[in-house]
């Protein structure tokens, strides 16, 4: 009896203790089972985003506007922050009627903007397509990437162009305006093209009114922007007309990857060669060390007989100059020149030579062409869209050639046709104004026209005039398939190492990455004038010995200064280059064709061979011929050696017959004479 009142006692105490403490344990397995069902539901949230980020494809965080791009191994990443001119309080919407895919996104800031991104890749290659559409014309897109450490190549704003671009590079360029400003690269050709040493690569669409600032409005950045600013677009563009910015960024394995992706989206190669003679020998200009830019006769005859005498090859005499009564007729000047075709006859007999003329799209108000074409509205008129507009060229004033209106356009291909028939020229070359080559604020017959599509209407108007590849022209855009010279001259920078050679090796690189394989080394901008005999004052003779060596491996080069001006040591080592481009260069060329027409350049920075060199990607100062030749020309004047980087392969010195192996530095001794040219080769070839 005691025991089971013990029992009952104890029994109860449980109940006792139950109930009090229901509540708690209730709260326990509550607290228990949540835990369970959190850790079930991040389990499977986490396989979900983590799924998610394997199929991701844009990397854009919406209120930050920061956007990633990995490259396909993730082993680099180009990052940016787009929107820059949005206020950070404005937050974004999905764009309605827009579906949105992994590899679409469109989001819409009200009354603001719209940006769209898509993606894509290619082989070793993955890409954004950005585009922005502004909502008001007072809003302009601006976008800013990194920079990084890495080096960049493309084109610059400076007046002495340098290779890689890197974050030390300041240019702020825009092609809108009527002045070049030394504008470097953008003088020869207008592509907004960038690629890194990584693989980040940076194309924007020609009909964009872009705006690059590197490296200048956010330190450690290029930022883009699309904006109708400058003289070209006028006072109406700038008030009225909405923003738009469309352009392509991509992250490839290496930059070579990267670089043939972007090559093909600008015009395909050519498919010929130029005129031989434009390419097996040099050009000579009648200019020469004259202050004048009035041509005659007697200056051709000059030239072609110093050509003899000195038995020198000749490609053609360029007449640089005015060769005209007045400018515009295109009509040569009968008391200048009497009989061109005599004079033709005489300088291909004299010195094997052809003809080459320069011309410009200027118009004198006094010319018969500037009364007959006024009434057609043949020239490019001012802001009001009325008169013609005036820009200054050669100390007097001008109406300028609208090319954008066909009418116009027909006419001056009638009339430098019938200059080609009557004088047999058919070789010519096209410049433009400097510093001044398009009037303020100028009204053209198309509407949207952009300076990249202006400098194409140009360029495919020059060619049109009759059917050999035998022209040359000063500025391009978006030609990259006809067969002509793009023409690059070579500055002068007082370093602190002395006088150099500046700009003519970047320049010549970078129109090769943006597809212009015929590139001329179009002689030396050395102005400096001398008053006691009234000339121009020659470049110091070592310097210009060094040019005659670094134009020698150049597609084409012209002589602005002949050498026979210095000596006749001077003259045998020109000579001997015209040897040396016709027993190497030329054939080279020949041989190139088929890269050529793929859209591969001639001269090539010497990471070509190489892209995962890290050392080869930062070299400016030496290039290859295709990928055999490796030149290292020597850029500065008193110099008695330099360094020279090999990249990967065995590599013959053709002065010495050395041999050499890269990845490598040499300290490479040189004597006035030396040219350092090196062939790879195969180890079976011996010394």
């Known amino acids: 009896m005691l025991v089971k009142l013990c029992i009952f006692f104890q029994f109860g105490k449980q109940r006792e203790i139950l109930k009090k403490y229901k509540l708690h344990l209730g709260v326990a397995a509550l607290f228990v089972f949540i835990i369970i069902l959190v850790s079930v539901g991040w389990h499977f949230h986490h396989i979900a985003n983590k799924e998610k980020m394997i199929s991701q494809r844009i990397f854009f965080e919406a209120n930050s506007k920061r956007l990633t791009l990995s490259d396909p191994i993730e082993r680099d990443e180009l990052y940016g922050t787009l929107g820059h001119q949005i206020p950070s ?8 009627g827009e579906k949105e895919t992994q590899e679409f996104q469109c989001l819409r800031w009200k009354n603001s903007a719209i940006l769209r991104i898509s993606y894509f890749s290619v082989p070793n290659v993955k890409c954004y397509n950005i585009s922005w559409e502004s909502l ?3 809003l302009y897109p601006l976008d800013c990437f990194s920079i990084g450490d890495q080096a960049w190549f493309g084109p610059s704003n400076q007046t002495h162009p340098k290779w890689p671009i890197n974050r030390e590079t300041e240019f702020t360029f825009s092609a809108s305006y009527s002045q070049n400003f030394d504008a470097g690269t953008f003088n020869s050709a207008v592509e907004n093209y960038w690629l890194s040493e990584n693989g980040n690569g940076l194309l924007v669409n020609d009909d964009i009114p872009l705006v690059m600032h590197w490296n200048t409005m956010n330190k450690g950045s290029w930022c883009i922007t699309s904006n109708y600013t400058g003289d070209f677009y006028g006072f109406k563009a700038n008030i009225h007309k909405k923003r738009f910015l469309n352009y392509t960024i991509c992250n490839g394995n290496d930059p070579k990857s990267a670089h043939e992706y972007f090559r093909s989206n600008l015009e395909t190669g ?5 005129e031989k003679h434009l390419y097996t020998s040099p050009l000579w200009s009648t200019k020469g060390d004259r202050d004048s830019n009035t041509v005659s006769e007697s200056d051709v005859l000059r030239v072609a007989n110093d050509i003899k005498e000195n038995n020198i ?5 360029v007449i640089d100059g005015k060769w005209e009564d007045i400018q515009g007729d295109f009509k040569f000047d009968e008391k200048r020149f009497p009989n061109i075709s005599t004079l033709q006859s005489t300088v291909f007999s004299t010195a094997n030579c052809s003809l080459t003329v320069s011309f410009n799209p200027y118009f004198d108000y006094k010319s018969e062409s500037f009364e007959d074409g006024h009434p057609k509205d043949h020239f490019i008129l001012d802001a009001s869209g009325k008169v013609p507009a005036l820009v200054q060229w050669d100390d007097d004033v001008m109406a300028m050639l609208d090319v954008t209106n ?3 356009k027909a006419w001056i291909t009638g009339k430098m046709m019938t200059l080609s028939d009557r004088y047999k020229i058919k070789s010519f070359k096209m410049t433009y104004g400097k510093p001044t080559w398009l009037p303020f604020h100028p009204t053209f017959y198309k509407r949207d026209i952009t300076p990249n599509k202006l400098k194409k209407e140009f360029t495919d108007m020059l060619v049109s005039f009759h059917e050999r590849n035998a022209d040359i022209i000063e500025g391009t855009s978006h030609t990259q ?3 002509y010279f793009v023409s690059v001259p070579t500055k002068v920078e007082d370093t602190e190492e002395g006088l150099c050679l500046t700009g003519t090796i970047p320049i010549a690189l970078a129109l090769g990455l943006m597809g212009y394989p015929y590139i001329m080394a179009d002689g030396i901008d050395y102005q400096k004038y001398d008053p006691d005999d009234k000339t121009l004052e020659l470049l110091p003779r070592d310097l210009y010995v060094r040019w005659i060596q670094m134009a020698t491996f150049f597609p084409g080069m012209k002589y602005s200064t002949p050498p026979w001006k210095y000596d006749t040591d001077i003259v045998k080592i020109a000579r001997n280059a015209s040897q040396i481009h016709q ?5 080279a060329i020949e041989s190139l064709l088929s890269e050529i027409k793929a859209g591969k350049p001639i001269l090539r920075p010497i990471w070509w061979i190489d892209p995962e060199d890290d ?3 930062k070299v400016g100062d030496s290039f290859l011929i295709g990928d055999d030749y490796l030149v290292a020309p020597i850029l500065c004047e008193g110099k008695t050696q330099r360094h020279i980087y090999f990249p990967e392969g065995i590599w013959k010195d053709l002065q010495t017959q050395q041999l050499i192996v890269g990845k490598k530095w040499i300290q490479y001794p040189v004597r006035m004479t030396s040219l350092p040219f090196f062939k790879k080769t195969k180890v079976y070839e011996g010394a």
């Open 89 to 96: 309080w404005q937050k974004p919407t999905h764009c309605l």
């Open 136 to 138: 008001t014309a007072e």
């Open 270 to 274: 050519p498919e010929s060669l130029p």
């Open 313 to 317: 090859s000749c490609g053609s005499i």
């Open 406 to 408: 066909p009418s116009a």
């Open 481 to 483: 398939n006809l067969p």
């Open 583 to 587: 027993k190497y260069v030329s054939p």
């Open 615 to 617: 050392i080869a990607r």
